[in-house]
């Protein structure tokens, strides 16, 4: 079983920054792909960013050049670096990890950018 925690949300003016971060914790765990997405109520949750093992990553369009995923595996957690934030970035964010095969989900940070 694993463990989310998110933390890192929160109210900035747009044209800011914020730092997202999830840490996984549990037993027996084994990380192949980390990644984060983003849902406002009424719509379905889309991808924000994800890294596999190896570092390669992807990114949704609306966020690229903006947005950096990063993972510090020694600390089993993941980063979600969110620069020049648009009031369409608001919404609330989930981490999702992916261990032997089943995916996990955190319980969401709500961001949001005031225009």
């Known amino acids: 079983q694993v463990q989310l925690v998110e933390s890192g949300g929160g109210l900035v003016q747009a044209g800011g920054s914020l730092r997202l971060s999830c840490a996984a914790s549990g037993s027996s765990f084994s990380i192949s792909a980390m990644g984060w997405y983003r849902q406002v109520p009424g719509n379905q949750r889309e991808l924000v960013a994800t890294i596999i093992s190896g570092g390669i990553t992807n990114y949704g369009d609306s966020v690229k050049g903006r947005f950096t995923i990063s993972r510090d595996n020694a600390k089993n957690t993941v980063y979600l670096q969110m620069n020049s934030l648009k009031p369409e970035d608001t919404a609330v964010y989930y981490c999702?990890?992916?261990?032997?095969?089943?995916?996990?989900w955190g319980q969401g940070t709500q961001v949001t950018v005031s225009s």
């Open positions: 999702r990890i992916t261990s032997l095969l089943k995916d996990y």
